[in-house]
Structure formats: structure tokens, C-alpha cells
């Protein structure tokens, strides 16, 4: 069955970087888009990131764009997303998903297109 387990989360100051993981395993990775979003108390789960099948093409949500960037590495199954310039405002549960069908062009922000999703991992940022 489709696995997605993140990592690399953590607390770090305003200002510091993190990289964030997500090991996909259960079916041909390169097939599939992938996208990052996140949760903070109390909110719905947001959009963050996007990257399509190829990996030619990503899209961000406002609020980020500019300090993440959205990556993948099919060799080992794996997206990342890097965060620069971290604000307190940035703490969230992040999740990774993925859609159901291979070569997805759908609506990439929705989180009701995203079939599978990850455990999450936490990022907290102190000001």
C-alpha cells in the first residue's frame, strides 16, 4: 500500500532553515505529484507547495513563496521541501500527499484532490 512518511522537523528561531522529508514508498514514485501542507492549531490544513509528476513544475502558496522550495528525488523515493527564513508564523503540522492517479494535473491547492497523506512533522518556530 502507498506509504508517505515524514521527517526533519523541529524547533528553530525565526530567521533559521529547515529541510523537511517525505519517503514515499508502494508505488512507481516518479508517477505521481506530491505537494506539502500544513496544519496549525486550530486552522484547516493549508496549502504550502506543489510539484507535478516530472518535476517541472511547482507552485507555492503566497505566504512561502520566495523562502521554500518545493524538490523531489525519484533515485530515492523522496520529496523535500527546504525552508528558508522560517517565521513563527510558519508553525505548523506539515503533512506530504499524493493523488490517486498518475500523471495528475488537477487542482493543485485542493486538499480534497490528495488521496494519500503522511503521519506529519512538526515545525515550530520561536521568535
Known amino acids: 500500500q502507498v506509504q508517505l512518511v515524514e521527517s526533519g522537523g523541529g524547533l528553530v528561531q525565526a530567521g533559521e532553515s529547515l529541510r523537511l522529508s517525505c519517503a514515499a514508498s508502494?508505488?512507481?514514485?516518479?508517477?505521481?505529484?506530491m505537494a506539502w501542507f500544513r496544519q496549525a492549531p486550530g486552522r484547516e490544513r493549508e496549502f504550502v507547495a506543489f510539484?507535478?509528476?516530472?518535476?517541472?513544475?511547482?507552485t507555492y502558496a503566497d505566504a512561502v513563496k520566495g523562502r521554500f522550495t518545493i524538490s523531489r528525488d525519484t533515485a530515492v523515493n523522496t520529496l523535500y521541501l527546504q525552508m528558508h527564513n522560517l517565521k513563527p508564523e510558519d508553525t505548523a503540522v506539515y503533512y506530504c500527499?499524493?493523488?490517486?492517479?498518475?500523471?495528475?494535473?488537477?487542482?493543485?491547492?485542493?486538499?480534497?484532490?490528495?488521496?494519500?497523506w503522511g503521519q506529519g512533522t512538526q515545525v515550530t518556530v520561536s521568535s
Open positions: 500527499a499524493s493523488p490517486e492517479s498518475a500523471f495528475w494535473s488537477g487542482a493543485t491547492d485542493q486538499k480534497d484532490q490528495y488521496a494519500y
Open positions: 508502494g508505488r512507481t514514485f516518479e508517477y505521481y505529484a
Open positions: 510539484i507535478s509528476w516530472r518535476g517541472s513544475s511547482t
